[in-house]
Nanobody, 121 residues
């Protein structure tokens, strides 16, 4: 069916930047809202940023002004530019996309397997 693969994570010092990418592949009949989530050890997964197909964006208050979500529908990709990273941003970051894998089927949430972001000096 459909698969999502994240990339771009790594170790960065506070104040640094990273750019995460999420590539969708496989059977994709249609898709809409895309989002980035993160989960730190011992904590629940939380929404970081989301973007609709119409281009509307929503950010968690903790990343507003520092992170930017964008998408390229032709390439079936969603990105997260992260600037001025803080230790509190350390987490596994996941992308999520609603995908219809075949005509007549409902759109379901598909998740990537995550990419680790560690912010430490």
């Amino acid at each position: 069916q459909a698969q999502l693969v994240e990339s771009g994570g790594g170790l960065v010092q506070p104040g640094g930047s990273l750019r995460l990418s999420c590539a969708a592949s496989g059977s994709i009949s249609s898709f809409n809202d895309m989002g980035w989530y993160r989960q730190a050890p011992g904590k629940e997964r939380e929404l970081v940023a989301e973007i609709t197909r119409g281009g509307s964006k929503n950010y968690d208050d903790s990343v507003k002004g520092r992170f930017t979500i964008s998408s390229d529908y032709a390439k079936s990709r969603v990105y997260l530019q992260m600037n001025n990273l803080k230790p509190g941003d350390t987490a596994v970051y996941y992308c999520k996309v609603k995908i219809q894998v075949a005509w007549g089927l409902p759109l379901n949430d598909y998740w990537g397997q995550g990419t680790q972001v560690t912010v430490s000096s």
